[in-house]
């Protein structure tokens, strides 16, 4: 009995030193952007269209007939969405640097409303959630056996299952609500999503998202897409998106700079709004010549211009606490809500062995530039900068 005891003892010390040696090697790591984020997928909101821009020559070369096609007729309207590319350019260029700086004003100003919010707790999650990460984790778990456990989604590879309880979602708003009507400094989600919060400036990352994928979402999404990177994500970016009916209405088509994506409906109450999902991103590249220029298409840089009147979607209903599990690189958008307002926690799962072969964005080998925290998931090892497997730029 006393060498069970001992070998028990034995086993718990280990493992906690793994996780020890797993969160510093995470917290020493340097993480990367690749340099396509400068200039690929910049969504012109007015025109429903992600265009490149590496200069006014090659833009005005690729981009003038389709901008035409959409409206943008006379030069001061092609003027003006000159004025806020360059606008976002600078924006990405300085993205590092204002991000560190917002977050830490962050730190000193704002005062939390619900600082529990701010730790994972179990509670905080739904009964069948956990009981679906537990199976994952357990040495018989097999995809057979979790799709058993899954609500069923009309859209290829895409799974919907509760995540929180109620009362959480409620007391996340309530925290959400009040950081957005503080003084504290506050920055766009991403280039699409005008109204909502990167959760990393609000230092939720190290006591929530983080465990929050490796203990629940990996077992997950390793079962489910280990041939998409399921099986080895290492970082994540979350943010929560807003749509009101005096803001954000919806989402335009798009891809996510994610191997996997994490939906959840936080609330409030809404009506419509529901999820649709297309083609895989490599479908709509198959098609893209048909609608852009030849040196467009050699970059790789706008595959979204295949119309969404010619995709054939998928719609998925999304219910408050309920997740929706997905491929980054399928194709997705969301309907207009018809009243009310809604919150949505996005969590993108990013797998450096994956990505740091192929770009997502730009579908390209990534090219490397040093960014702070988790970058864009990006890594480069020092036998890597031997080998020239990954280019610093």
Request: proline residues 5%.
């Amino acid at each position: 009995m006393l060498l069970t005891f001992v070998v028990f003892d034995a086993w718990c010390i280990f493992v906690f030193c793994c996780q020890v040696m797993k969160s510093e090697k995470y917290e020493f790591q340097k993480y990367y952007y690749c340099a396509c984020f400068t200039t690929d997928n910049i969504f012109l909101d007015e025109y429903k269209l992600h265009v490149r821009f590496a200069s006014e020559q090659q833009f005005r070369q690729d981009f003038s007939p389709v901008l035409q096609s959409l409206g943008c007729v006379t030069e001061q309207q092609f003027q003006d969405v000159l004025t806020k590319i360059n606008q976002e350019v600078d924006r990405r260029k300085c993205f590092g640097r204002t991000s560190v700086e917002r977050a830490a004003a962050i730190r000193d100003i704002y005062q939390p409303l619900h600082p529990h919010v701010y730790h994972l707790q179990e509670s905080f999650l739904a009964p069948k959630f956990k009981h679906i990460a537990e199976y994952c984790s357990g040495p018989n778990a097999s995809k057979e056996g979790l799709l058993e456990l899954l609500d069923e989604v009309p859209a290829p590879k895409v799974y919907r299952f509760p995540v929180f309880e109620r009362q959480f979602c409620e007391e996340l708003l309530q925290e959400l609500e009040h950081f957005e009507q503080s003084a504290a400094p506050k920055g766009r989600p991403n280039t699409m999503n005008h109204y909502g919060i990167l959760l990393n400036e609000l230092h939720f990352d190290q006591g929530f998202i983080t465990p929050f994928r490796e203990r629940y979402l990996h077992p997950i999404t390793a079962l489910l897409y280990p041939d998409w990177g399921g099986h080895c994500l290492d970082t994540q970016k979350a943010f929560v998106v807003k749509y009101d009916m005096n803001e954000d209405l919806d989402l335009s088509y798009h891809y996510d700079n994610a191997e996997i994506t994490l939906n959840v409906s936080l609330g409030k109450d809404f009506t419509e709004g529901n999820l649709y999902f297309g083609d895989m991103r490599q479908v709509c590249l198959i098609v893209h010549i048909c609608y852009c220029s030849f040196s467009c298409l050699m970059h790789y840089c706008c595959p979204l211009q295949v119309p969404l009147s010619e995709s054939e979607c998928t719609e998925v209903q999304h219910k408050v606490t309920e997740g929706l599990l997905h491929r980054g690189q399928h194709m997705h958008g969301a309907l207009p809500i018809a009243s009310g307002q809604r919150w949505n926690l996005i969590i993108w799962m990013r797998a450096s062995q994956v990505r740091n072969q192929l770009c997502p964005m730009c579908q390209r080998k990534p090219s490397l530039l040093e960014g702070e925290g988790y970058a864009d998931g990006f890594t480069c090892q020092s036998d890597s900068l031997v080998n020239a497997s990954c280019s610093l730029a």
